[in-house]
């Protein structure tokens, strides 16, 4: 084991709650390391290929002055290395449906690495790549230090800090620090919420995703080999699906109706291929003729037959291999077998670009992980606080202790546990800070979907610029606290302390308020 550290924060997890913790922080002064799993920053935006969900304000207001400033260099980056066109303000790279931002995962990562590189440059952020945390050592209420090691080298050391920040994807430190945390689904008699299940199940977890890159190149033959699963998911017809999983076929998210699906886009149907297109090449002036790119995070490549936390390690692995198996075989279906409105089968022009993620097998550096670990924290959300069955006016619950906005639906995907969608409205929300605070530990911070949530409401809080702000929140509310010498139940129960601290956000960029 190599010789320890100190620094005065510690944030484990690299994705965009943890990038965003140590922007907040360094510019608060504060000497921070950072550690990361795969050799990417960014998590479900570029390790595991999901472009940014956004809500329908987000180009006016909805979200913290460094996430605006990352959304304009993720266009920027594109208007200084390729020629438009047509110059526009709200250039979609992709044109894709789920956002206005849809874009190459390459460039997120370019665009993160240079938003952190000032603090890199006066020493005041390490970025510890290919690294987890394997222990935590915690006193009493308080943690003091974590090992660390390198999964390439092997190497390890102990780092201590001052405050810390889990900003894993699935709530890794929890269970290594031995807190209390929740898993899967509450019961209705403990948290009032109208769509919760009558009997608590900790395996009620949404199903992660594998995502894949495709680029299609009409008259050419790109199909992969068989995948070594396929048989087996060719014939899987789930007991809540309308058909096999891979057909065209699938639940309305909202109804539950038979809801049909194309590749390309046809009279009727909705369109895959521009669900998630993060290259629309009709936008560019190209000097070489190349196809227009999507990513495979469809219903159809949802895995939802095992967890992978929680869970001993060969079963975790197991669940890996079939996700990743799973959208192998879907490529591979619309490759050699999908219906074509022509009447023929198969798209042979489809092409994996294995250059997108930089793996392999071409599949993302890692699952898209829904629905993390959730702490047991001073505050949790419950559908009554989002809901517009619950609330008159035009946004949710307005929490005192607020530190931030967001807003998208309650979109629940299917579950370990065999059930359906559940996609119902939540107004505009609050972000409230007691969600970030654990009740076990008094210098961890909750800085991602970790937060505390339940299985309903983590549907509206688990999505881009809300794991942004959640991650910044942290950052700043550590930083605060260092200088104050107080913790952060203390910011949230002292009203003067907590006003302080709000001003300083809305100074820094944070918006507190809808202007509804």
């Known amino acids: 084991m190599t010789k320890g550290e100190k620094v005065d924060l510690l944030i484990a997890g690299g994705g965009l709650g943890g990038c965003a913790a140590a922007m907040a922080a360094c510019a608060r002064g504060l000497k921070v390391i950072m550690t990361e799993e795969t050799d990417w920053i960014g998590g479900q935006v570029t390790a595991q290929g999901v472009p940014p969900d956004e809500h329908r304000w987000i180009e006016e207001f909805g979200c913290t002055k460094r996430y605006r400033d990352y959304r304009n260099r993720v266009r920027d980056t594109y208007r200084k290395n390729l020629k438009l066109k047509e110059q526009k303000d709200q250039l979609n790279p992709g044109n894709g449906l789920v956002s206005n931002i849809c874009h190459d995962p390459r460039v997120t990562l370019h665009v993160l690495n240079e938003m952190l590189l000032p603090h890199q440059l006066t020493g005041r952020l390490q970025i510890l790549r290919n690294t987890r945390v394997v222990s935590v050592t915690k006193v009493g209420n308080k943690l003091q230090k974590m090992t660390l090691v390198n999964e390439a080298s092997g190497t390890e050391k102990e780092v201590e800090a001052r405050y810390f920040v889990d900003a894993t994807e699935a709530g890794d430190i929890l269970p290594l620090a031995g807190m209390e945390y929740v898993t899967g689904a509450e019961a209705k008699e403990e948290t009032g919420e109208p769509h919760a299940v009558d009997t608590a199940d900790p395996t009620d977890i949404q199903a992660f995703t594998y995502v894949l890159g495709m680029e299609y190149r009409e008259g050419e033959d790109h199909t992969i080999s068989e995948p070594a699963m396929y048989l087996f998911w060719k014939d899987f017809h789930p007991d809540i699906w309308p058909?096999?999983?891979?057909?065209?076929?699938?639940?309305?998210?909202?109804?539950?109706?038979?809801?049909?699906?194309?590749?390309?886009?046809?009279?009727?149907?909705?369109?895959?291929?521009?669900?998630?297109?993060?290259?629309?090449?009709?936008?560019?002036?190209?000097?070489?003729?190349?196809?227009?790119?999507?990513?495979?995070?469809?219903?159809?490549?949802?895995?939802?037959?095992?967890?992978?936390?929680?869970?001993?390690?060969?079963?975790?692995?197991?669940?890996?291999?079939?996700?990743?198996?799973?959208?192998?075989?879907?490529?591979?279906?619309?490759?050699?077998?999908?219906?074509?409105?022509?009447?023929?089968?198969?798209?042979?022009?489809?092409?994996?670009?294995?250059?997108?993620?930089?793996?392999?097998?071409?599949?993302?550096?890692?699952?898209?992980i829904r629905e993390s670990r959730r702490v047991k924290a001073e505050y949790t959300v419950v559908e009554q606080d989002v809901s517009p069955d619950f609330h008159e006016g035009q946004a949710g619950r307005k929490f005192n202790d607020r530190v931030g906005i967001g807003s998208y639906s309650i979109d629940l995907h299917p579950s370990m546990a065999g059930r359906n969608y559940l996609d119902i409205k939540a107004q505009p929300f609050y972000i409230p800070m007691g969600a970030l605070i654990p009740k076990d530990a008094g210098n961890l911070l909750a800085g991602c979907k970790n937060i505390g949530t339940t299985h309903i409401t983590n549907g509206c809080f688990r999505l881009h610029p809300v794991e942004w702000n959640i991650g910044e929140a942290s950052g700043a509310l550590a930083a605060f606290c260092i200088e104050r010498g107080v913790e952060p139940k203390a910011v949230r129960e002292d009203q003067k302390l907590l006003e302080t601290f709000q001003l300083e956000l809305r100074e820094d960029g944070f918006e507190l308020e809808w202007p509804f």
């Open 243 to 368: 058909d096999k999983l891979l057909s065209f076929f699938a639940p309305h998210p909202i109804t539950k109706e038979k809801r049909k699906y194309t590749l390309f886009r046809e009279e009727e149907g909705f369109p895959l291929w521009e669900y998630r297109r993060i290259f629309d090449g009709s936008q560019f002036d190209l000097h070489a003729a190349g196809g227009d790119v999507t990513l495979m995070n469809w219903p159809q490549n949802d895995f939802f037959l095992g967890n992978v936390y929680d869970v001993p390690e060969d079963e975790k692995e197991k669940n890996l291999y079939q996700g990743k198996q799973l959208s192998l075989s879907l490529l591979y279906w619309l490759q050699t077998e999908a219906p074509r409105p022509d009447g023929g089968k198969g798209y042979p022009g489809l092409k994996l670009r294995k250059d997108l993620f930089e793996t392999e097998d071409g599949l993302a550096k890692a699952p898209y």
